[in-house]
């Protein structure tokens, strides 16, 4: 008698309310305006150049934080992200100046991202450590593993064929669609569909709402985060191979300090700090913000001496404001 | 003081909120050194009422008197200084401090001279007047000690001195003997008394009506946010009280129907584990309540929690249909065909955060999935039906569960039990914090699954529920089973003689009565 879906419950109902009441449309009204401004303001931003410029940028982040976005829902999260993509795709360079084949070198990167993630899995739920802990201490070691390997010198003369990875734009209707978009977007929606759609995403929820009660539902919760770290860590790795083929050089500090960009996108883009809660689409949100900022603040000539500042500032106004409408919505 | 005199008026209080009209002119008055007790189903408004006399919500209309004088209470901390204090059920407490530094919380004496200036605790007077607030309630509790180490009882303690210390006059206890043992209660009733001879005004909040007519002067009644009656207690009996309540006549309140007792379901030998729980035995049957009854710290949530792997058992085998069966995990227990209902809803029963039909499907995801894609037509399918067969009032399926009220809650964590469909089901305190109508229905269902066939261990620290509920009665204390008792040979008596340790079963020659092991 009570119960009723969403869609036929009666009066007012329209596609523009249930746009409104979506958990991300808080973020996305925050990168709205942004567009907006930057379009009215600058000639420079909505060029197509410009504009797969930053999603070609936003790329291995965002992928990157698809997986720390698993974590922090966990309730966890996962400090070693920047690391375990520059390791990975040192790991990958390496392979390659040793003449091993792309396929098997793209593969090697990415299991070495995996590999990490499932020691930092191993050590918060059977070694008991929290996640902060383990985790900053595998960034330590990535970071210095990746030092080590080179002598601190970049790994360079890497295949034109893994480069295109990173390089190749794919001309449609007369504009080049970088590749490491599309690889996002398949990650994109892969990641969506494994958190909403299959028994593992309902359980990692369920493990972020509430451990307890999870585990004593007869879910094997040290599993469940044994496979969130391993993702975030693999994704961490696809990351790191792209970015790497971008560039075209492994250097031992690539994406240093990129963790933050990626715990950033994932808190911006909607992901509740207490566990729970978050989304995928918020994060991809979250994370075109961070890159649209970035480039919005060199192309009003702001000084890059400025940047962090204003970087922080807007991390803490986003997510203030999308806390403010959650409340609001929920009163 | 002869005439007594009101402490507290609230007239015409009302409070809507979204689509509820929580409080509809709502009248309460309250003289110091008197005992009233608010009662009403969950949802009727107690807890909206007590809200805003201590700050937490603003009233929308009515107006508010603290000693004849007409008050506008604007903040928690507005009502604190204007002597109101309230104990929640879940204590405002910080674990790893002591009780003088939870007592002094927010108004921490300061050392004299240069220490004053640079904010020093003075630690020793905190500790000293702390222990003065302490005896007043007649606590024995030291004042440096950390809260972490003290009993739920002593904890409440600790919250009724820290009102004290703020000079409360008035005292509000939301459900303060939920959490606490029968002997503890006893203690309490102790307090509360002291407390009404110093003049101080109390407003207890309760599910138990025995307790109601044990300690208060008054009763009020509200039912869907309107008082329905408030008497003096000398003129209340029982049965109206309840009928104000629901509003309708409820006979027989704790009643089991027959069902057949069949072969042996579980049987368990003894189980133990180091510290808790000492060499437990026993058997349940097809179709059996079986009733544990004890004191809090007996021993029964231990027993429990071992049962379902939660905690690794030292020694022990537990048999289901005959068959040995190795449980060291919730995971193992699932399999071997257990439920567990656990004591605490919210912390351990329920994820919160996520919707009903989510909550109803976590122990049986796999079966509405194939290679892991989660057939959520299948799931929504499920959920439906129980939340039909339970009665459970939600808006819809995509509810969050703590939007719930907390009798509708409870029916999601039997359902998520029912949907997996086990062989026993164990239930630790099912009714604690749940209104009478939903008490009824918990109980009606448990007839029903008993009829089915099903097993059930409920733990219980009513009485009452376990004399009217169980088959036979298994009483535990300090981690042992000290008698198992039928039905017809339980009395409430005999159950608290053999809980508090008076008598011992299994000891030849007892030396006396009353002598504590």
């Known amino acids: ?331 | 003081m002869s005439e007594q005199e009101l402490i507290l008026r609230m007239e015409g209080i009302s409070k809507a909120f979204p689509g509820v009209q929580a409080l509809d002119s709502v009248d309460l008055k309250v003289a110091a050194g008197e005992v009233v007790a608010l009662v009403g189903e969950n949802g009727a408004g107690k807890s909206t009422l007590m809200k805003i006399l201590c700050g937490a919500y603003r009233k929308d209309d009515g107006r508010i008197f603290l000693n004849s004088h007409e008050t506008e209470i604007e903040s928690p901390l507005h009502a604190q200084r204007s002597g109101i204090a309230i104990i929640y059920q879940e204590f405002n407490l910080t674990p790893n401090q002591s009780a003088a530094a939870n007592i002094f919380l927010a108004c921490e004496p300061r050392e004299r001279g240069l220490g004053r200036f640079l904010n020093f605790v003075d630690r020793r007077r905190m500790e000293r007047e702390a222990q003065e607030h302490l005896s007043r309630v007649g606590a024995r509790v030291h004042a440096a000690a950390l809260i972490r180490d003290l009993s739920v009882a002593q904890q409440q303690m600790v919250e009724v001195a820290k009102a004290l210390a703020v000079d409360a006059r008035i005292i509000i206890m939301d459900e303060p003997t939920s959490a606490l043992g029968e002997d503890e209660v006893e203690t309490l009733f102790g307090i509360i008394g002291t407390l009404k001879e110093q003049g101080i005004a109390i407003i207890f909040i309760t599910h138990r009506l025995e307790e109601v007519f044990r300690i208060a002067d008054r009763v009020v009644v509200l039912r869907d946010g309107r008082r329905v009656g408030g008497m003096s207690i000398s003129e209340a009996t029982p049965e109206e009280v309840i009928h104000l309540m629901v509003g309708r006549e409820l006979t027989d309140m704790f009643h089991k129907e027959e069902a057949e007792i069949g072969s042996p379901l579980m049987e368990v030998q003894g189980l133990s584990r180091h510290g808790a729980v000492r060499d437990v035995s026993f058997t349940l049957r097809r179709g059996e309540i079986l009733g544990f009854a004890g004191l809090v710290g007996a021993g029964r949530t231990e027993t429990a929690r071992l049962l379902f792997g939660v905690d690794r058992q030292d020694a022990g085998e537990i048999r289901i249909d005959g068959k040995l069966v190795r449980i060291n995990s919730p995971v193992d227990a699932v399999e071997a065909g257990l439920g567990f209902v656990p004591e605490d809803r919210g912390i351990q029963g329920l994820v919160l955060k996520l919707p009903v039909q989510e909550n109803i499907a976590l122990p049986t995801l796999d079966e509405h999935a194939s290679a892991g894609w989660v057939d959520r037509r299948s799931l929504r399918d499920t959920a439906q039906e129980y939340v039909g067969k339970l009665n459970i009032r939600t808006p819809h399926l995509r509810q969050k569960v703590m939007f719930l009220s907390g009798g509708n809650q409870q029916k999601v964590v039997l359902a998520k039990w029912l949907a997996s469909q086990p062989r026993v089901l164990i239930m630790d305190e099912p009714t604690r914090g749940i209104d009478v109508g939903a008490k009824a229905e918990v109980h009606a269902l448990m007839s029903q699954l008993a009829q089915e066939g099903m097993g059930i261990i409920m733990i219980s620290s009513e009485l009452p529920e376990i004399l009217g509920m169980s088959d036979r009665v298994l009483v535990m204390a300090e981690g042992r089973v000290v008698a198992i008792l039928d039905q017809g040979d339980a009395t409430q008596d005999k159950i608290m003689a053999y809980a508090s340790g008076e008598i011992n079963n299994n000891v030849v020659n007892v030396t006396s009565t009353g002598a504590k092991v």
């Open chain 1, 1 to 331: 008698m009570s119960v009723k879906t969403r869609g036929i419950r009666a009066g007012g109902h329209s596609v523009w309310k249930d746009l409104v009441r979506m958990e991300e449309f808080g973020v996305f009204l925050i990168l709205f305006a942004m567009v907006a401004f930057l379009i009215l303001s600058t000639d420079t931003f909505f060029t197509s150049t410009n504009i797969f410029n930053i999603l070609r940028a936003v790329s291995w982040i965002a992928i990157a934080a698809f997986g720390q976005c698993m974590a922090i829902i966990t309730r966890g999260i996962d400090l070693s992200t920047g690391s375990v993509m520059g390791l990975s795709g040192l790991a990958s360079a390496m392979l390659l100046v040793r003449n091993v084949n792309v396929p098997v070198a793209v593969l090697g990167g990415l299991l070495t991202g995996f590999a990490v993630g499932f020691i930092n899995g191993l050590m918060i739920a059977k070694g008991k450590l929290p996640p902060f802990i383990a985790t900053m201490g595998t960034w330590l070691m990535a970071r210095g593993l990746c030092y080590g390997l080179t002598g601190g010198w970049p790994v360079r003369g890497l295949p034109q064929t893994f480069r295109d990875l990173g390089q190749y734009d794919i001309p449609v209707a007369g504009v080049g669609v970088p590749l490491p978009l599309l690889f996002m977007l398949l990650f994109f929606a892969l990641s969506a569909l494994f958190l909403r759609r299959t028994v593992w995403g309902y359980h990692i929820y369920a493990v972020g709402g509430n451990e307890t009660a999870t585990a004593l539902s007869g879910i094997n919760t040290d599993r469940v985060k044994i496979l969130v770290y391993s993702l975030s860590g693999f994704l961490a790795g696809v990351g790191g191979v792209l970015m790497t083929a971008r560039l075209g050089v492994a250097a031992p500090t690539a994406a240093d300090g990129y963790e933050l960009d990626v715990i950033a996108a994932v808190f911006v883009g909607g992901t509740s700090v207490l566990g729970g809660e978050g989304t995928i689409l918020g994060v991809l949100i979250g994370a075109v913000i961070m890159q649209v900022l970035r480039n919005g603040l060199v192309l009003t000539g702001v000084s890059a001496y400025w940047l962090q500042a204003v970087q922080g500032l807007v991390i803490v106004l986003a997510i203030m404001f999308d806390q403010l409408r959650k409340r609001r919505r929920r009163g």
